[in-house]
C-alpha cells in the first residue's frame, strides 16, 4: 500500500527539490525574508497566484485538458467589480465582499461548464473566448487602475505580521481540498479524469461532477481575488494576462497532468511558491537593462528543465524505490530550516544595504532583500557538530537503504556509484569544515 502511494505520488519529487533548492538560495540572498515581515509579506504576494494555480489544478484533474485560460482575467473582473462597488459604497461589509467575489466566479464557471457540456465546444476554445472578453470588460470597467478597496482590507495587505486573514484563507483553502479528497465526489472526479468514457460506463454522472469542479474552482478564483484585492488595495484591470501565464507555469511546474486524473493543492502550491521563489531570487541580482526580461527567462527555462526531470523520475524510481516524496520532503525541510536558522542568528549578517531592482521589487515582495557583504562561511562549534552529525545519519541511512535494496537483487546497480559519491561528498565536506578558522 506505501509503495504504490509512494509510486503515485513521485511526480512531487521535482517540484519538491526545485522549491528547497530556490527557498535556500532566496534565503540566503536576501536574508530578511526570515522575519516576521518577510514572511508576512512573502504570504500576500504569493497569495492571489496561489489561489489561481488551486482553481486550475481542479479543472485540470477534470480532464479534456481543461486549462482556464481566463482565469487571471476573472480574477482581474472580480477585483474591479468590488473596488468600484467599494467606492461607490455600495459594498463595504467582509460578507458582501466574499458573496459578491465568490458568486462572480461561480456564476462565470457554471457558465463555462454548461457551454462545454451542452454546447459541446472544446473547453480551450471557451477559455479563449473568456480570457479575450473578460480582458476588454475589465478595461470597459475600469479603464485604467485605481478606486479604492473596502475599508476592512487596508491592513490585509500590510504584510508586517504572519498570522492575518489572508493566510488563514491560504489554510482553509488548502485544507478544504484535503477534506474534498476523502470525498466519492473527487474518486469520481479522478476517474472522469483518467478516462470520461470510463467514468460514464461505471454509472458517474460526468455532467454534475465537471459542474461541481467548476463551481469549487470558481470559488478559489473569488478567494485569489480578495486577496489581490487587499493586496493592491485598489482595482487593476492589467493584471489578470500576467497572472494566467504565471498559474499554467505553476501547475505545470507542480506536476499537476494537463491530460486530467492526477494533481493536487501540494503540487500546485510548490509550483506557485516556486516562480514567486524564482522572482525573489532574480531581483536578489542586477541584470541592468535587461533586469525585466530575466523571470520570463527564467520562467521557460525551469520549466522545460523540471518537464525533463519529470520524465526521469519513473527511470530513477526503478533503482531508487525506497525514495519517498514525503521522506525527500522531510530531509530538505530539516536542510532550509537549517539555512534559515543559521541566516537569522548569524551576527554576520549585520550591517547589510538594501538592494532596488525595479520593476521586480514592486511584484515580488514588499520589503525589499539585502545583499549579504559577508560571504565567508559562517559555522559554530555547535554548528559544526550539528552538520557533521546530520550528514552522517543521512550516509549512513542511504548507504544501509541501498544496501538492503541491492542485497535482494540479482547484480550490482547503482549502489556503487552512488557510495563511491556519498564517500567523496563526505571527503569533501571534512576538507571544507577543516580549513575553518
Known sequence: MSSS???????????????????????????NLVSAPGIGSAIIVAAPLILATYALMILAVAGRGTIDLAVGPLLAFINVVVV????????????????VALGLGMIYQLFFALTVIFVRVQPIIVALSGFLALTG?????????????PEFMHTWGEGVEIFTPILAILVLATLFWYLFTTS??????????????????SGVRIDFVRIGAHLISGIYVGLGAICYTALISSGDPTQGQNLTLTAVTAL?????????????????????????LIGYVLATFNFGAIQAFMTQMVYGLILVLSLILTLFVPVVGRYLRFISPWATFLLLAMIVLGIMLQVATSANYKGMTQIYFEPLTAKYFLYVPVRLGDTSWLSTPVQTFALLSGASAVCFVLVARLASAESRAKKMAVFPYLFVAVLIFAAFIASLLGNLP
Request: hydrophobic share 50%; net charge positive; glycine share 14%.
Open 5 to 31: 502511494a509512494s509510486d503515485s505520488n513521485s511526480y512531487l519529487l521535482v517540484p519538491i527539490v526545485l522549491t528547497a533548492a530556490l527557498l535556500g538560495t532566496a534565503v540566503i540572498r536576501g536574508p
Open 84 to 99: 468600484k462597488l467599494s467606492t461607490a459604497g455600495i459594498l463595504e461589509s467582509p460578507i458582501a465582499t466574499f458573496i
Open 137 to 149: 470588460i475589465n478595461l470597459v470597467i475600469m479603464p485604467r487602475p485605481g478606486g479604492i478597496a
Open 184 to 201: 466519492s465526489f473527487y474518486a469520481n472526479l479522478k476517474l472522469m479524469g483518467y478516462d470520461e468514457r470510463a467514468a460514464w460506463t
Open 252 to 276: 505545470v511546474l507542480g506536476g499537476v497532468a494537463l491530460s486530467g486524473g492526477r494533481g493536487g493543492v501540494t503540487g500546485a502550491l510548490l509550483g506557485a511558491l516556486s516562480l514567486w
